[in-house]
């Protein structure tokens, strides 16, 4: 039996926020211009007022715009990054049924081949700007709020510096899935998996693709070891888009 087709409305509000988005381009808008004011975009897209409304309250749930009220206000662009992608995946993988094991099989298979890139592409720049979260990151082990916020640092400059926009962006979006299961490292095991990122940091600054890919299996093999042996039964908890949240990562 055939899917019902969507009301015509929304279709032509899909349609709509696809062709605002097209329009941010072709004008060079960037994050913090002010689009068409609602009269300019009505008299430029040729719709109802209903249906640009529709377009606009979808795009701002995707993080393509902010709505401001009142004067000076209206539809301000935005910038979607990796916890939209966060909140799609965990989205789609709750319906999916999908447990955690999942998660950290896909973290498995991909982040190796992020260092890998990792170590060929980063600049030195990068590489020493990793370096200092490395740095805040140990003087900051006793406080876990703090190292919280500059491991979540470094995971997404480690990923940013493949150069590869869908890494840049998969790679924090999977490790907030992890991180929305609610798991806090001790001080203990921070302070070891602190030596394993410095020995990856070392790879990547040498430019040792093979070595920054065997440790990054490591760690990777290490965490799903933990995980499988002290929290047996959170590797088969179901994924839930109501868990996730921006708490700064710590897997």
């Avoid at 941010?24 to 211009?33: C, F, I, K, L, S």
């Avoid at 990793?130 to 703090?146: C, K, S, V």
Wanted: proline share 6%; charged share 25%.
């Amino acid at each position: 039996m055939a899917a019902p087709k969507p009301p015509k409305k929304e279709k032509a509000a899909l349609r709509l926020a696809q062709e605002i988005v097209q329009a941010m381009y072709e004008n060079g808008m960037r994050p913090g211009d002010r689009y068409f004011s609602e009269a300019d975009a009505l008299r430029r897209h040729g719709v109802a007022r209903g249906t640009l409304r529709e377009a606009l309250r979808f795009l701002e749930m995707q993080g393509v715009i902010t709505v401001r009220a009142g004067p000076g206000g209206g539809s301000m662009v935005g910038r979607p990054g990796w916890p939209n992608l966060a909140s799609m995946l965990a989205l789609l993988l709750q319906f999916d049924q999908a447990p955690l094991k999942h998660v950290l099989e896909a973290r498995k298979v991909i982040e190796p081949g992020i260092a890998e890139l990792a170590a060929r592409n980063a600049t030195p720049e990068e590489v020493q700007a990793m370096a200092a979260d490395l740095d805040a990151i140990e003087a900051n082990l006793g406080d876990f709020r703090r190292f919280a916020e500059f491991y979540h640092r470094f995971w997404c400059a480690f990923a940013a510096s493949t150069h590869n926009s869908v890494l840049a962006l998969l790679s924090p979006a999977l490790r907030a899935l992890i991180n929305s299961t609610g798991f806090a490292p001790n001080e203990v095991y921070r302070t070891e998996l602190l030596g394993r990122m410095r020995k990856l940091h070392k790879a990547i600054a040498a430019q040792d693709a093979k070595a920054a890919r065997s440790i990054m299996a490591d760690i990777q093999d290490e965490f799903f070891n933990r995980i499988a042996q002290g929290y047996p039964r959170q590797l088969n908890r179901l994924m839930a888009w109501s868990d996730l949240d921006a708490a700064p990562q710590q897997s």
